[in-house]
């Protein structure tokens, strides 16, 4: 089975995905709904910031077309000539006898004074053409429009701002306003981008503790058919990817809706004929949203599956080194891996190609629709039935317009990876450990150490049996060794007794209790298990001993590793029981990592002792250390051993055979050599090898 064929392993899930997903932000609803009220914030200051300028455009810096009303004094803002002027009022409705209005000539401006509202109407209409006066003095300029011939009086610099102080004012206010506006904006992005991703951060964290806690839960048999590397990717990249979804496209996908109904509802609200203009291309975009997000949301699932699959063979392969060198595979296995991270760079490359077709003619369409808008605003502007401020604020949002809907179809693609890695996580959370505890299990208190297997039946497959109607007792204090071809079902009997595994038909009983009704706790705790291929961590010797255990006080340490002989090369290391030890204890010998094994298993002082080829990996100075221990760790303990080199269990109180899943012969040494049966010839076969 390759990687990618492992990967399928877990691939599907068929619950409810998005209720799934709410569920581990409804402790964070609240920070939600403070980070939508902010996004509301922000995005209000952003359509509101491009109608300040256009404000400023209309009334203030285009303001000389405004009219001016001859007031009483206590009215008016400006006092000029001897006129008391202001520009605060509306004109569509102000009833003043008397008017002025600023006209622009030649890059000169000049003043008309002592005029009635209507011939001011009549003057603005008049100045839309290109203005021409009938005659021009070094002082004034006389205008003539279909109402009468008016004098224009030139203004010099200091009238031109005194007249306009207004307009500056108006300015600066407006400036003042985008100002506060902008810091507004910040705090608020800076807030709710602060929320978001502390939220995102606690959600994530929660997740993956979830996947290693739910790991730790699963039994053996979900291991035996799923590869690490593929684990690891649930609880590593996987995890990621929902990061990005919780942290940053779930409120911003809420934001940009926002900002594009906003766009469009302002656009209408000041000039539906343009806004249908500038919106004519939208069934373009949303065709070409919806293809994009359906073609990222299929290369989505399967980059996720192939980032898996190469870290499955990654993690089997770096494990694995030291075999392929031995065997001088490098290249065959370098020529295995281009070849799945060739078939990841394809996909990866048609993921970019989308990418770099769809932004591309996103762009396109905004500045297709900008030019559309431009030409036809400019149209409306020269007629006079457009500001210059109002056509500001519609190129202005078709600039930002499009932005939100790229925004929106590459978060809809970052939730669609999302979505692919949590049905992979909620798959494998949903993974159930068949070996279930009672909800009031049997409590025995001090386990003595009594094993009985009744006619009990096991197959890891449940077709295959490994074991047949297998029955006997181990007394407490019994030892006990299981011999046997590879393949016989010694180490299954270990697993069984732990119930690592759970069997198909019989009984297994500890202290005269069936196992199903105890605690797993409590049953695994009386456990102590050395196997043949020690796992070291990485960490110090202390660690690996203790093994997190708080009950483990380091004078325990100490005597358990005196006691299986462990503390004579620990004692010799430079920090002697703080020695660091690097990945799978790479830096001790196997003799010296079976020690350290033994010693984690006594300082735990277990009541069931069980040792599957503990020995097996021991050089002869480093067994004899062993053995000198063995007597001591079996005192008062049921001792359980499978070994092929009997020398090692001939003293046992009772050695059972094992021949393709049943039990054979069953006694001491002395008397299965007696029987004359398989024991006596395994025995024959290693004592002529032997020699």
């Not at 001859?70 to 008397?98: H, Q, R, W």
């Not at 325990?556 to 010799?572: D, G, L, Q, W």
């Not at 080829?613 to 021991?618: C, D, G, L, R």
């Amino acid at each position: 089975m390759n990687g990618i064929e492992k990967e399928q392993v877990i691939t599907s899930y068929s619950g409810n995905l998005y209720s799934r997903l709410f569920g581990y932000m409804k402790p964070y609803l609240k920070n939600f709904y403070i980070a939508l009220v902010l996004v509301l914030l922000v995005s209000f200051f952003g359509l509101i910031e491009p109608m300040l300028i256009a404000r400023a455009i209309d009334t203030y810096i285009e303001g000389y077309n405004r009219p001016y009303a001859v007031v009483e004094p206590n009215e008016a803002e400006i006092v000029y000539d001897g006129l008391y002027l202001t520009k605060n009022i509306d004109f569509e409705t102000s009833s003043y006898d008397s008017y002025a209005q600023m006209v622009s000539y030649d890059d000169t401006y000049y003043l008309i004074t002592d005029i009635t509202k209507d011939e001011v109407s009549s003057l603005q209409e008049f100045m839309q053409e290109e203005l021409i006066p009938q005659s021009k003095t070094e002082e004034a300029i006389t205008i003539q429009d279909a109402a009468r011939t008016y004098e224009a009086v030139k203004l010099d610099k200091e009238d031109l701002k005194l007249l306009r102080s207004t307009d500056y004012s108006g300015v600066k206010v407006i400036a003042l306003l985008y100002a506060i506006g902008l810091l507004l904006n910040a705090l608020c992005n800076i807030l709710q981008i602060r929320i978001l991703q502390t939220t995102g951060q606690n959600i994530i964290y929660n997740i993956r503790n979830e996947i290693f806690a739910h790991i730790h839960s699963l039994p053996l048999r979900f291991f035996d058919t799923h590869p690490v590397g593929q684990i690891v990717t649930r609880a590593t990249n996987d995890v990621e990817s929902l990061n990005q979804m919780y942290s940053n496209v779930i409120v911003n996908l809420f934001r940009n809706t926002v900002m594009i109904l906003g766009y469009a509802i302002v656009m209408f609200a000041m000039n539906a004929h343009l806004a249908f203009i500038a919106l004519a291309i939208m069934p373009f975009v949303v065709l070409l949203t919806y293809t994009f997000t359906k073609l990222s949301r299929s290369i989505y699932r399967v980059i996720r599956t192939k980032v898996s699959a190469l870290n499955t063979f990654l993690s089997e392969h770096i494990s694995g080194m030291k075999l392929i060198q031995i065997f001088a595979r490098e290249k065959e296995k370098y020529e295995q891996f281009k070849e799945s991270t060739d078939d990841l760079y394809k996909n990866r490359m048609k993921e970019l190609m989308i990418f770099a077709t769809f932004r591309p003619l996103i762009n396109f369409t905004a500045n297709l629709a900008l030019a559309i808008v431009v030409y036809n605003g400019a149209l409306e502007v020269l007629k006079d039935t457009l500001s210059v401020g109002t056509l500001y604020v519609f190129i202005s949002y078709i600039r930002s317009f499009f932005d939100p809907i790229q925004e929106l179809t590459e978060q809809f693609s970052t939730l669609q990876n999302a979505f692919a890695s949590a049905e992979k996580i909620f798959t494998l959370l949903d993974e159930k450990n068949p070996i279930q505890e009672k909800a009031e299990p049997t409590l025995l208190g001090e386990i003595k150490g009594k094993i009985e297997f009744r006619n009990v039946w096991f197959a890891y497959d449940e077709e295959n049996f490994v074991l047949r109607n297998v029955s006997f007792v181990i007394n407490p204090g019994e030892r006990v060794a299981f011999v046997g071809a590879t393949g016989a079902g010694k180490s299954s009997i270990l697993n069984l007794i732990g119930r690592y595994y759970d069997i198909q038909k019989g009984e297994i009983l500890i202290d005269d209790v069936n196992i199903k009704d105890l605690s797993l706790k409590e049953l695994r705790s009386a456990i102590g298990q050395v196997q043949q291929d020690v796992f070291v961590f990485t960490g110090d010797i202390k660690g690996n001993i203790r093994l997190l255990s708080s009950e483990i006080s380091d004078e325990a340490i100490r005597e358990a590793s005196e006691m299986v002989n462990a503390a004579k090369f620990i004692e010799k290391l430079p920090q002697k029981y703080d020695e660091p030890v690097t990945e799978r204890g790479a830096t001790l010998s196997s003799g010296q990592r079976q020690l350290l094994s033994f010693a984690r298993t006594i300082a735990v002082d277990p009541k069931i002792l069980v040792m599957d080829e503990a020995t097996a990996n021991i050089d002869t100075e480093t067994e004899q250390l062993i053995q000198e221990a063995l007597e001591t760790m079996m005192n008062n303990r049921t001792t359980i051993m499978v070994a092929h080199r009997l020398s090692t269990i001939q003293h046992a109180d009772k050695i059972i055979v094992m021949h393709k899943g049943k039990i054979r012969e069953m006694g001491n040494h002395q008397e299965l050599l007696n029987q004359n049966g398989i024991y006596k010839k395994l025995y024959e076969l290693q004592l002529y090898s032997n020699n």
